[in-house]
């Protein structure tokens, strides 16, 4: 009896020597994962001239966001895996935002990009220099138009080349349409051609592939939302049948077949999700 009940002492007491070991190391390693993740999105929210968020905030959002997703989960459907789910969602959806608004500021540029190679056709015309042209577009064009080829002026009055200026810009915005233009400016300065003119056809060239891709998005606009429907009616009707009758999902909880439907269910509805996506996404062309 006292020598089980040493070894239970000692079992203890390894156990417990080990999480203090451990613990401050888990906490350590995601208290540095988290401030990579904070330093990386404010530079994203930056380079977006995105600039009333500080730091303070975007921990207290990563931080806090899985445990606030994770509690309602819990509260709302009274089963851990809810909260799991919900934990899971917190650390991802802030990341998720960031993208949404690089992809819609992308989004926004690329429509405005025809109206700033027209402008910069105009000013061409008048007389005005490709650098004074450039000043018109940051003073006449709205956001980011207006911000990103300031920062392209910026960078060039320190004495960065309009070469390297124009690369840096096309690797923020990435857009095919902007290399085009970068290109066309480029090489009409080496071989003395009419800048103007091959501004204006750059423009007649981008707007018939504007109509092409919307014609696109048209066609593919029905196949997306059957997939953004077929994705959620499993959902929807696992929500309905817990409303009705908890024990149903009790069941499937509480035995091992259960479990492993369960995550074949949901395995199976990301990879449907992710291959309907892949088959009515319109690639550039």
């Given amino acids: 009896m006292i020598l089980k009940f040493l070894i239970f002492i000692a079992s203890f007491g390894a156990i417990a020597l080990l999480s203090l070991e451990a613990i401050p190391f888990f906490v350590g390693k995601y208290h540095r994962v988290q401030e990579n993740k904070i330093a990386r999105t404010a530079r994203e929210l930056e380079d977006m001239f995105i600039l009333g968020f500080r730091k303070r905030w975007l921990f207290f959002v990563f931080t806090f966001s899985p445990l606030i997703l994770g509690l309602l989960g819990y509260l709302i ?10 934990a899971a969602l917190g650390f991802v959806i ?23 190679i027209l402008m910069l056709a105009s000013s061409l015309k008048v007389g005005l220099s ?9 003073e006449e064009m709205p956001p980011p138009t207006s911000q990103e080829f300031g920062l392209l002026l910026k960078k060039n009055h320190m004495g960065v080349s309009l070469e390297d200026s124009f690369k840096s810009l096309i690797k923020r915005m ?10 066309a400016i480029l090489v009409a300065r080496e071989t003395g051609g009419s800048l103007p003119d091959v501004l204006e056809k750059l423009a007649s060239t981008i707007k018939e592939k504007r109509k092409i891709q919307d014609k696109l998005v048209t066609l593919t606009t029905q196949a997306r939302w059957q997939g953004i429907i077929i994705s959620i009616l499993p959902l929807v009707f696992a929500v309905f049948e817990y409303q009705q009758d908890p024990r149903l999902l009790q069941i499937m909880l509480s035995s091992e077949l259960g479990k492993a439907a369960l995550i074949y269910a949901g395995i199976s509805e990301i990879i449907g999700m992710l291959l309907i996506r892949k088959l009515s996404k319109m690639e550039n062309i």
């Fill in 130 to 138: 490709l650098l004074q042209a450039i000043e018109v577009v940051v």
């Fill in 174 to 183: 990435s857009s095919e349409d902007l290399n085009l233009l970068a290109m």
């Fill in 77 to 86: 459907f009274k089963i851990s895996l809810a909260a799991v789910l919900g």
């Fill in 94 to 116: 802030p990341t998720l935002i960031v993208r949404h608004l690089e992809r819609v500021r992308k989004r926004k540029f690329a429509h405005q990009l025809r109206d700033t």
